[in-house]
């Protein structure tokens, strides 16, 4: 039988898994199943299912990518630079548990971004909604789009399978399995492939310190002899030095976390607070670890691909009169040119080209169970914001259980013929390091939603001028925009992923500039 076809079996196989842990767990299933788990979700399986989402195909395929020297549109790096946006990740879970989630739990919350209605008013309640919406919705396709298009790459394309086909029915699949249960579905299923996931990461590690006859000490001083393990960038002027790059990090997750309904409705779906809080930590301390060792993976990936014949070559091209020189790393083809390896091509590249069978299918389910975690709570988080904050259907006394119901699933489906359309449009821009892209596309989306929260949280005045808020979080990342354009074109800095602070703070100075009378800061938990 033909190497790909018994992958995609195994693929089918996983999915069919999944569809049995959901119908299980989607029976006697309600609205509130599927917004928060009917808040009885255990802390210990959210936060072990957290890992998988946080980490994502991002992190599972791209991450070790980033380890060799190698440049993707304005950034370049190399080493273990990304582990300076791990440890701002960690510092932004603390604030996150111990300032949004006593808020959230203490108003009883569905959607996190009541808290914005009841502190301001029903606009601000509505435009943090469609911030979120809009920025989920584009954060997902995009790692969708890596994992579908590895597997077109890698696995598909051989066969004769369109691209559209492979994007169609893996959201299909997707869709299927969190039509019924939602959150109370995916906290399940999350934990089962954050375990696969990490079986494969482990796998893929061990199979190379053994084919390159290396103990753990040897590869990291042969690394660190090939300038690979590098922490710190000193450069002030890149875009990942050191600094900036763990202050972006962690407001990237007070952001991207703490202000994000897909990661907070599994929190909420916990108990109780100090469980919750457990959780959050929990999971923040074994990101540090999981990352640490992608990094290390991503290393040995290059090695090993170095010791079967791979190597670097300097190609020189003219771009707009200027000489540009691009590093690349890969194998050479029959006429001497390097076919190119690097960055998110790296690790699937070698999995499924020269790693045994065996490892070819774990790395299949790792990639598979990287791609699902991301993809089916971003679906059903969207899907529960327009239902609850834009449709209001948890106030509404006039439909029946049943109409709401129906109405939720012609929502989801519709944001999944949406993902479709996002993940196409991400197939033609074709970025070859997807985790950059994803935190400057972070930076403009998320920036709104984090001056809001900060100007609730941090003041006592309100907003009531109608219009005003829209104004300010519209016009916000349009300035960022522009003063990131301006610093690129006319200074030697360039603006990294400190552009979410930098589009939080015009958000915040916006609002002062329209702000209204001082309030009592009491919100009601009715």
């Known amino acids: 039988m033909n190497p790909g076809t018994i992958l995609l079996l195994f693929v089918f196989a996983y999915f069919i898994g999944l569809l049995v842990i959901s119908y299980f767990t989607s029976r006697n299933s309600d609205n509130q199943s599927f917004f928060i788990g009917n808040k009885k979700s255990k802390w210990w399986l959210v936060a072990f299912g957290m890992i998988g989402t946080s980490l994502s195909g991002v992190t599972f395929i791209s991450v070790p990518g980033t380890v060799g020297k190698m440049t993707a549109g304005d950034y370049s790096f190399g080493g273990f630079e990304y582990y300076m946006m791990v440890i701002g990740f960690f510092i932004g879970y603390f604030i996150v548990a111990g300032v949004l989630l006593p808020l959230y739990y203490r108003m009883n919350l569905t959607s996190i971004y009541t808290y914005l209605g009841r502190r301001f008013n029903v606009e601000a309640h509505k435009i943090g909604s469609l911030f979120f919406i809009i920025s989920r919705a584009i954060g997902a396709t995009a790692r969708l789009y890596l994992v579908v298009n590895i597997l077109q790459i890698f696995l598909l394309e051989a066969l004769g399978v369109p691209f559209w086909v492979t994007a169609f029915v893996l959201l299909l699949m997707i869709l299927l399995y969190t039509f019924e249960g939602g959150v109370k579905t995916i906290v399940i299923t999350d934990t089962l492939q954050t375990s696969f996931m990490i079986l494969s990461l482990i796998a893929c590690i061990v199979y190379i310190l053994s084919n390159l006859n290396l103990s753990f000490g040897e590869a990291y001083s042969i690394l660190e002899q090939k300038q690979y393990t590098h922490f710190i960038n000193t450069d002030i002027n890149s875009k990942t030095f050191f600094l900036k790059t763990i202050l972006g990090g962690m407001f990237i997750t007070i952001a991207m976390t703490g202000l994000d309904q897909e990661m907070m409705q599994k929190n909420i779906s916990v108990d109780n607070l100090k469980n919750s809080k457990k959780n959050m930590l929990t999971f923040a301390g074994t990101?540090?670890?999981?990352?640490?060792?992608?990094?290390?993976?991503?290393?040995?990936?290059?090695?090993?691909?170095?010791?079967?014949?791979?190597?670097?070559?300097?190609?020189?091209?003219?771009?707009?009169?200027?000489?540009?020189?691009?590093?690349?790393?890969?194998?050479?083809?029959?006429?001497?040119?390097?076919?190119?390896?690097?960055?998110?091509?790296?690790?699937?590249?070698?999995?499924?080209?020269?790693?045994?069978?065996?490892?070819?299918?774990?790395?299949?389910?790792?990639?598979?169970?990287?791609?699902?975690?991301?993809?089916?709570?971003?679906?059903?988080?969207?899907?529960?914001?327009?239902?609850?904050?834009?449709?209001?259907?948890?106030?509404?006394?006039?439909?029946?259980?049943?109409?709401?119901?129906?109405?939720?699933?012609?929502?989801?489906?519709?944001?999944?013929?949406?993902?479709?359309?996002?993940?196409?449009?991400?197939?033609?821009?074709?970025?070859?390091?997807?985790?950059?892209?994803?935190?400057?596309?972070?930076?403009?989306?998320?920036?709104?939603?984090?001056?809001?929260?900060?100007?609730?949280?941090?003041?006592?005045?309100?907003?009531?001028?109608?219009?005003?808020?829209?104004?300010?979080?519209?016009?916000?990342?349009?300035?960022?925009?522009?003063?990131?354009?301006?610093?690129?074109?006319?200074?030697?800095?360039?603006?990294?992923?400190?552009?979410?602070?930098?589009?939080?703070?015009?958000?915040?100075?916006?609002?002062?500039?329209?702000?209204?009378?001082?309030?009592?800061?009491?919100?009601?938990?009715?």
């Not at 960055?343 to 774990?362: E, K, R, T, V, Y």
């Open 287 to 526: 990101l540090l670890f999981v990352n640490l060792a992608f990094l290390f993976l991503g290393g040995l990936l290059y090695l090993f691909a170095i010791q079967n014949g791979a190597g670097y070559s300097t190609v020189t091209t003219v771009v707009e009169g200027k000489e540009v020189v691009t590093n690349l790393f890969g194998f050479k083809d029959a006429t001497g040119n390097v076919t190119n390896i690097m960055g998110d091509d790296l690790f699937p590249a070698l999995s499924l080209g020269h790693f045994p069978m065996a490892l070819s299918i774990i790395f299949i389910i790792g990639l598979i169970s990287a791609l699902f975690p991301s993809a089916d709570g971003a679906l059903t988080a969207v899907t529960s914001s327009y239902c609850v904050d834009l449709l209001g259907l948890n106030e509404d006394q006039q439909k029946t259980e049943k109409q709401k119901k129906r109405l939720r699933m012609k929502v989801h489906l519709t944001f999944t013929v949406i993902f479709f359309a996002l993940i196409m449009v991400f197939k033609a821009i074709n970025e070859k390091s997807i985790v950059y892209l994803i935190m400057e596309i972070a930076g403009y989306t998320y920036g709104p939603l984090l001056g809001l929260f900060a100007f609730g949280i941090l003041t006592k005045f309100t907003v009531v001028k109608k219009y005003s808020i829209l104004a300010v979080t519209l016009l916000a990342p349009v300035l960022t925009y522009l003063i990131n354009l301006y610093v690129t074109n006319n200074t030697d800095y360039r603006i990294g992923v400190e552009l979410i602070i930098l589009n939080g703070f015009l958000t915040f100075v916006g609002l002062w500039l329209v702000r209204s009378k001082r309030i009592e800061n009491k919100l009601t938990t009715q």
